[in-house]
């Protein structure tokens, strides 16, 4: 992985605020490493490492639940609530 992804970034109101290349081939390393760290978030802001992915339905639903684990981990979702966001 290169030195310049990802970048731990803290939570924020709006998803607006954060850069992230979900569609790039390692954006899944990415999110491991941020969900590892117990990050709030992460940013793909300065990263040089960009490469397009395609993304079939097993691939798309394994990214889909990395995703869920950060939102979970991060304090966005809250588990008690069902997974309903965290206010």
Known sequence: MASQRPVRYMA???CDEV??????????ECL????RKRWPGFSCQNCESYEQERLDGEALN????RCM?????SGALD???GGAFAS
């Open 12 to 14: 924020v109101e709006s």
């Open 19 to 28: 850069r992230r290349n979900v569609f790039c081939m390692h954006y899944g």
């Open 32 to 35: 491991n490493m941020a969900i």
């Open 62 to 65: 394994d990214d889909h639940a």
């Open 69 to 73: 684990a950060l939102a979970f981990v």
């Open 79 to 81: 588990p008690i609530a």
